[in-house]
Each structure stands twice: as structure tokens, then as C-alpha cells.
């Protein structure tokens, strides 16, 4: 049996081999969800999120009473290897001003050069995404 895509639910897909392929969604999905979706259906053998490893670009996201601290990485360089770039942006908002943002600072990383402290404040694995 043979399932056709519709155009709309992906950006492309590349063909691995004759039982392969990856899917590459046009918007920001669960790919988890949508392995386990895939999975269900018959004659789909196996569906599995692609692994990509190392790092990339980050969003770190900290609420501490009515103020949300927003922090983004704009990781480059090598980043199968943890990426050896990082420049970050630091915004907040309070639910009391009406959505307004505040930019608050930013920051380029450098080796040995101490991290302001809303880097060491906002950028933790609990916080970034």
C-alpha cells in the first residue's frame, strides 16, 4: 500500500533509499507527536524523530513573578561539537505593560571572558529550548 503526502503537510522529503525517507516540515512541530502519528499508520514499519546532534540555536524562557526574562542564543560555528559561537539577547516583559519588550542587553562569548549576569541568571537547561 502507498500513502500520498499532500503538499501542504511538508516542506520536502529525500528519499534515503527504497524503505527510507525523511520528512522536513515546513513550521516548528513535536517531532516526537508526529513520529508516534507516523508509527500508526499500517504498513509504516518504523517512525523516528531524526537525530541531530551537538547543538544550536536556543531560546531560554524564566518567569520570576509577573516579569518573563527572555534569552537568545544565536549559536554558530562548529556546532556538531557544541557550537563555538554564541551571541545572546536578553528581553523582558511584565504582564503589567501590556506586552510591551524591553531589550536589556547582549552579549558575544568569548573563552575566559566572565558572562554578564543575566546569562548566568537566564541560561540554563531548565530555562532554554
Not at 500500500?1 to 499532500?6: K, S, T, V
Not at 524562557?61 to 549559536?75: I, P
Not at 524591553?102 to 571572558?113: A, F, K, S
Amino acid at each position: 500500500m502507498a500513502y500520498r503526502l499532500i503538499g501542504t503537510d511538508y516542506e520536502y522529503f529525500s528519499l534515503i533509499d527504497r524503505y527510507q525517507a525523511t520528512l522536513h516540515f515546513d513550521g516548528i512541530y513535536d517531532p516526537d507527536s508526529l513520529a508516534a502519528l507516523y508509527a500508526r499508520l499500517p504498513e509504516i514499519l518504523e517512525a523516528a524523530p531524526s537525530a541531530v546532534h551537538g547543538d544550536g540555536p536556543t531560546i531560554c524562557l524564566t518567569k520570576e513573578s509577573n516579569v518573563w526574562h527572555y534569552v537568545f542564543d544565536q549559536a554558530g560555528g562548529d556546532c556538531p561539537a557544541g557550537c563555538t559561537e554564541h551571541d545572546y539577547y536578553y528581553f523582558s516583559s511584565d504582564s503589567d505593560s501590556e506586552g510591551a519588550v524591553e531589550g536589556l542587553g547582549t552579549w558575544h562569548y568569548e573563552p575566559g571572558v566572565t558572562a554578564p549576569g543575566w546569562v548566568q541568571d537566564y541560561v540554563s537547561a531548565d530555562a532554554c529550548h
